[in-house]
């Protein structure tokens, strides 16, 4: 344990808030789902690492990246609205275990299937966007991008979901299911207009993701896990909670790795979770009741 | 303008409703009243597409309502206020009236609706940006009668408008069903609360178990002595 308040410290807490916003952001995808459609898409990060390689793949036959990354988005987005289509709709008044089974054949459908298609090798972009030197500190620039792209995504999404009849819509059906057809509403379109928006989350988060990590078929459990601990600690569905959950959880992990380890700053946020599920099982922001 | 032909209905392995037929023409105020479970909601949900009919024909104008999705329903003019009002309960009021005006045609004229609504039910233009679930039982009838008007529709099916409120609330609430009727809607109202729905209609149908027993002009169900004893407790 090595830790002072001093500018290394406030440069741990900066990267934590830079995480957070990617953090904020994979999350918000699966909140939609959950708090729309009500079922838990346990395979959300394997949808992220779809869209990584498909990015990956655009790029390097030569396409330009904010092409690739579109691409990408597109691409997530309707594979969103193929598995509400194909996987959720049949179960749709299952059991949620039911449901959370039939999302969990969909993850290691997608990690075998990258796994024979792409290889296990370890794949990068290679793009170098350098870093930001700011009052003695660094960061790195695909970091602040990240950060800016993940924050201005979410405020578009919540104009679309706080303006227009169809985001209307998309909010209210979380509300009262049984008499949307007396708006007019088709609940099948919301339903498929929302997983394609939640897909399309997860491609954006892809696209963002190229520029920081390397690409592999199992990287959906290193960061599946804790996208799912974020909505569970923000009350599952409650998409402004889960934002709130992503800065808490974004700190544990930069100031537990700045002092200790890497590891540490995760196990510190998995201790954390679990303590607050003893103590607040709704999730510490739940609005749903 | 509403007609029913020998409707059946019901749910997994019950069946609600037995042979009914109905109608209702344009600018008229009907009752349906009936016992605890005699199937009046049942109706208003088969005539508005959240429930399916079984059997029968049924039209509005010239639109077979069995044919088309329930969803379009709102479309060949009619609006349901279900029971209990069914707000959106996290919406604003001003965001529950915007879902009363989803459909297409709906949507082109909603700046002007949303004028005329608020002009009937100023006390909602005050709370336009409360949330619904928020406002007392009287207020969120009215938001749910606004809501269902903000589909233009030529049909107002309201059911059980008075359930659950104060007394002197549900003065103003048939006081509102008269309103209504002034502002040309025609009105299909489903009450337990025969004797006050009998004196705002002009003709009643009486619902037993199911099965139309009686119809009538309301002031003659008003007079009859059999629907005295047995729904007002005379």
Same mark, same amino acid.
């Given at each position: 344990m090595d830790c002072h308040l001093d500018i290394f410290f406030l440069e741990a807490v900066l990267n934590g808030i830079l995480l957070a916003g990617l953090l904020a952001l994979l999350a918000l995808g699966l909140n939609l789902i959950f708090g729309v459609?009500?079922?838990?898409? *346990?395979c959300y990060a394997e949808l992220v690492m779809v869209g990584m390689y498909g990015i990956h793949h655009a790029y390097k036959a030569g396409v330009p990246f904010p092409v690739a990354a579109l691409i990408g988005i597109v691409l997530i987005a309707l594979a969103g609205a193929a598995l509400h289509h194909l996987v959720i709709r049949p179960v749709l008044d299952s059991a949620p275990i039911n449901q959370l089974l039939v999302t969990g054949g969909v993850l290691f459908l997608l990690q075998a299937a990258a796994t024979m298609a792409f290889g296990i090798d370890f794949k990068n972009l290679g793009i170098r966007l350098g870093s930001l030197g700011f009052a003695g500190m660094s960061f790195s620039w695909s970091r602040v991008i990240t950060f800016v792209v993940a924050l201005a995504s979410m405020l578009a999404l919540w104009l679309f979901l706080s303006r227009t009849y169809i985001g209307t819509a998309i909010r209210a059906i979380a509300q009262?299911?049984? *008499?949307m057809p007396l708006m007019g509403v088709d609940s099948r379109r919301v339903y498929l207009i929302t997983s394609a928006i939640g897909g399309g989350l997860a491609g954006l988060a892809a696209a963002l993701m190229v520029l920081q990590y390397d690409i592999y078929p199992q990287i959906g459990l290193q960061f599946g896990p804790l996208i799912f601990m974020i909505c569970v600690l923000g009350g599952l569905g409650n998409m402004l909670g889960g934002f709130i959950a992503a800065f808490i959880i974004g700190q544990f992990i930069a100031i537990g790795g700045s002092c200790m380890a890497t590891e540490w700053g995760y196990a510190t946020a998995f201790l954390f979770f679990m303590v607050a599920i003893f103590i607040r099982p709704q999730g510490l922001f739940a609005a749903k009741s | 303008m509403l007609e029913l032909r020998d409707i059946d209905a019901g749910y997994d392995g019950f069946q609600?409703?037995? #042979?009914v037929s109905m109608q209702v023409a344009a600018g008229e105020a009907v009752a349906v009243i009936g016992a605890n479970g005699a199937g009046k909601t049942t109706l208003l949900r088969v005539i508005s597409g959240l429930l399916p009919a079984s059997a029968g024909e049924m039209n509005m104008e010239s639109v077979s309502l069995r044919a088309i999705a329930p969803h379009r329903i709102v479309e060949a003019g009619i609006a349901h206020v279900p029971e209990g009002r069914r707000l959106f309960p996290r919406l604003s009021v001003e965001s529950n009236l915007k879902m009363g005006a989803f459909a297409p045609a709906a949507r082109a004229r909603f700046a002007e609706r949303l004028d005329y609504v608020y002009s009937l039910f100023p006390r909602l233009k005050e709370r336009r940006a409360q949330l619904a679930g928020t406002m007392s039982g009287g207020e969120q009838q009215m938001c749910a009668i606004a809501r269902a008007l903000m589909s233009g529709p030529k049909l107002v099916l309201l059911d059980?408008?008075?359930? #659950?409120?104060?007394p002197v609330i549900v003065h103003q609430v048939f006081d509102l069903v008269r309103r209504m009727r002034a502002e040309g809607y025609t009105v299909l109202v489903v009450e337990q609360n025969v004797s006050q729905v009998l004196k705002i209609v002009d003709r009643a149908y009486l619902l037993e178990v199911g099965r139309i027993k009686t119809s009538g002009p309301a002031a003659e169900l008003l007079a009859s002595d059999e629907i005295r004893k047995a729904y007002m407790g005379l």
């Open positions: 459609i009500d079922v838990v898409w *346990i009262d299911r049984q *008499i | 609600a409703l037995f #042979g059980e408008p008075s359930m #659950g409120l104060a």
